[in-house]
Structures are given as C-alpha cells and as structure tokens.
C-alpha cells in the first residue's frame, strides 16, 4: 500500500471515519498548536470580514475560526456531514470555480496523507488573488529521519506513529514545498516549526511519551538551528 494507491485512500477514508482524536501526548500537543497557530495566522492576516475560507480535510474543526464562513472538505463523511457547508471528497480535487477563496487552510498533516504537492496546486486555483494560504505538514528533514534512507528525500512515503500505532505517510522536504510555493506566486509571510527538540529525542529514544515532554521546550528553540530538524511546519503564504 503506497499513498498513490486508492486502497491507500480507502484506509484513509475508513480510518478517519472513525477517528476519536489523538490518544498519544505527541499528537495532543500538535493538535492544540495547530489550532492556536492557524487561528493566529488567519486573524492576522487582513482578511475582510465577509472572507470566505476554504477548510481543506477538516475533519469537521473550525480551528475556533467561527468568524468566518467556511467550506469544509474531507474524505470521511461523517466527519463533517453535519455541517451546513461541505464537500466529500479529495483535497486533491475540488469540484468548485477558480478563485473562490479569500482562504484556504489546509492543516493536520492533511498534506502528509494526500499529494502534497497536487494538493498545493488545488488550493492555490481556488484561491482569490492577494487571499491567504495556511498550510501544515510534517516534513522529510526531521530528525525522527536523521540517517535513515527518507531523510531529507523531496517526498518519501514513510512509516511513523499515531495513537501507539505504525502509521504510513507521506513526508515532504522543506526545500520541496517551498519551491513549489515559489512557483505557484505564493509569497511565503510566517513560517513556524513546532515539535522541535522531540524528534532528537525520539530518534534516540524511541519513547513516544518521554520525546513528547520536550515539545514544552519548543518556544526557547523554535528560532535556533534546531527548527530546521522540526517534525512539523505551519506557514502562510499569499497568492500574489
């Protein structure tokens, strides 16, 4: 089973139909800085009040954004069928017109469970000139990968964890996606790493519950050279 194959999408599809959250502290503390860290990203963004946002397999979470009306897009239904807006499908390929948003978010690692870069394209053709892009993935230049074959690679699909269990995702390199940003007009604004020193911890270690402990350490490093081995990036571009 590799990403690129639709038994992968299915697991996908299945596995978040029924997904109760994250279990591990590892996943916990990644799930409150994303939220805090888009809702920041967004509301400092200048968007106007009646903005429009594109939320990219949401899962159903509004990331406390409730100011904004939004579109929800996910591969498991029962995730956001309840919701007044919403679209099952692949992020990959939204049935909507171009330039629709005034933003688009696409966090929780959606990008690492989908083609990344596919994806990226999808959501800057909806994106209205001068709107925002809000994107979060785990990346391949980790120190979780430090010395293994996937280390750093442009994308690699990868075995990590979830909840206490193996998990197979893809992984992509900085250098990748911001190329790709280049070449889609999108100026990078922010960019934030967090999960920090816990990928070295992890990597020597292998205690996911331990490793998790140093996510606290993240503001103390998160500007230092040791962002640039973080497992995860969360950054806003605009579409010029």
């Given amino acids: 089973m590799d990403a690129g194959n639709s038994n992968y999408t299915d697991y996908v599809r299945d596995k ?3 997904y109760g959250g994250p279990k591990d502290p590892w996943h916990r503390y990644a799930q409150e800085r994303i939220d805090h860290f888009t809702g920041q990203l967004v509301r400092e963004a200048g968007l106007p009040e009646n903005a429009y946002l594109l939320n990219a397999g949401s899962s159903g979470n509004d990331h406390g954004l409730t100011e904004f009306r939004q579109m929800h897009v996910d591969l498991a239904e029962a995730t956001i069928q309840h919701l007044p807006e919403h ?13 629709t948003f ?19 394209r999808e959501l800057t053709r909806l994106l209205k000139p001068g709107g925002i892009l809000v994107i979060e993935f785990e990346i391949s230049n980790s120190a979780e990968y430090l010395f293994t074959k996937h280390g750093g690679a442009d994308q690699a699909f990868v075995s990590t964890f979830l909840n206490y269990e193996e998990e197979r995702i893809n992984v992509y390199s900085r250098s990748a996606i911001f190329s790709l940003l280049d070449e889609l007009g999108l100026r990078r604004e922010r960019v934030v790493a967090f999960h920090v020193l816990s990928p070295w911890v992890y990597r020597l270690t292998g205690s996911i519950n331990f490793a998790a402990r140093f996510a606290a350490l993240d503001p103390l490093v998160r500007w230092s ?6 497992g995860n990036l969360i950054l806003r571009c605009r579409k010029s």
């Fill in 102 to 120: 005034d933003a688009c978010v696409c966090v929780g690692s959606v990008l690492n469970y989908a083609d990344g870069m596919k994806t990226i």
């Fill in 87 to 99: 679209i099952q499908g692949s992020v990959e390929s939204i049935p909507l017109p171009d330039q």
């Fill in 16 to 18: 978040y139909n029924q």
């Fill in 225 to 230: 050279w040791l962002s640039r081995r973080a």
